[in-house]
T-cell receptor, first 117, second 111 residues
Framework: GAVVSQHPSRVICKSGTSVKIECRSLDFQATTMFWYRQFPKQSLMLMATSNEGSKATYEQGVEKDKFLINHASLTLSTLTVTSAHPEDSSFYIC?????????????FGPGTRLLVL | GQQLNQSPQSMFIQEGEDVSMNCTSSSIFNTWLWYKQEPGEGPVLLIALYKAGELTSNGRLTAQFGITRKDSFLNISASIPSDVGIYFCAGLYQGAQKLVFGQGTRLTINP
């Protein structure tokens, strides 16, 4: 299957700092990528849809000024957690949409574990 | 947000046993996807289904797209220790981009 990478895999930061997470589709072009957040023992919660060359679409309750998303190319989307606080600590996962005609699939990255102290 | 009804929530089985899990919805889906997630990792795509009634295998895994387009099941035959993890179903409505997820089935295997 297609490969999606995320960097970094884990990050520890101080409260008040900003953290950038990168999501790359390595072997296909992804006009649309998605950012999820996952709490322990729960399913994935969609935060936002990232469209190449346009503004991201955020889910209800997700602060767009807090979670900045940039999708500058067909293979890269970034999520920046601004002024991070301990409650932002979580597992963040991206996925990339591979349209492939009518047989659409989404491939997930390996996730980024964020710990805010 | 909306979720699919996935069951069972957890399974504790002996190595070598077969496993069956399913997802149901009140809405019709165009695509069903099954993923496996291991601790500290992102979900990995196992099987993708695109047509009602479609039955697809991937090694010891078999999944079917229900005829009504409102359900799907995943079977694992002759389970082995590396099958341990959380299995998620996900559906896509026609023309939609956002996945709708099930709550996950946590599989534990006793050797």
């Amino acid at each position: 299957g297609a490969v999606v990478s995320q960097h970094p895999s884990r990050v520890i930061c101080k409260s008040g700092t900003s953290v950038k997470i990168e999501c790359r589709s390595l072997d296909f072009q992804a006009t649309t990528m998605f950012w999820y957040r996952q709490f322990p023992k729960q399913s994935l919660m969609l935060m936002a849809t990232s469209n190449e060359g346009s503004k991201a679409t955020y889910e209800q309750g997700v602060e767009k000024d807090k979670f900045l998303i940039n999708h500058a190319s067909l293979t890269l989307s970034t999520l920046t957690v601004t002024s991070a606080h301990p409650e932002d600590s979580s597992f963040y996962i991206c996925s990339a949409r591979d349209p492939a005609g009518y047989q659409e699939t989404q491939y997930f990255g390996p996730g980024t574990r964020l710990l805010v102290l | 947000g909306q979720q699919l009804n996935q069951s069972p929530q957890s399974m504790f089985i002996q190595e070598g046993e077969d496993v069956s899990m399913n997802c149901t919805s009140s809405s019709i889906f165009n695509t069903w996807l099954w993923y496996k997630q291991e601790p500290g990792e992102g979900p990995v795509l196992l099987i993708a289904l695109y047509k009602a009634g479609e039955l697809t295998s991937n090694g010891r895994l078999t999944a079917q797209f229900g005829i009504t387009r409102k359900d799907s099941f995943l079977n694992i035959s002759a389970s082995i220790p590396s099958d341990v993890g959380i299995y998620f179903c996900a559906g896509l409505y026609q023309g939609a981009q956002k996945l709708v997820f099930g709550q996950g089935t946590r599989l534990t295997i006793n050797p």
